[in-house]
């Protein structure tokens, strides 16, 4: 189950449609693929990332519940300040 933040949302509005259509498709396959997907943690943080091109998806992972939080989206060169 995917649950998205209110931040995340409305960073989500602000990207282009075509990479919301590309942030959409990735957090479906992570979704769908959740028990054997490789959760990649920020350095020092407990965020985990997902990569869809310059963008970053910012999430945790409940596995117990197989629930998925959306923190938040942001371009590289902003998500890791």
């Known amino acids: 189950m995917i649950i998205p933040s209110r931040t995340f949302q409305k ?23 959740l028990g054997a997907w490789r959760h990649e943690r920020l ?20 596995p117990r519940r197989s629930e998925v939080h959306l923190l938040a989206v942001r371009h590289r060169r902003e998500v890791y300040r």
């Open 11 to 33: 960073q989500f509005k602000r990207l282009d449609a075509d990479v919301q259509r590309r942030v959409i498709a990735k957090v479906e396959e992570l979704d769908s693929n």
């Open 43 to 62: 350095q020092g943080r407990p965020e985990h990332k997902l990569r869809v091109g310059d963008w970053r998806i910012l999430y945790q992972v409940d």
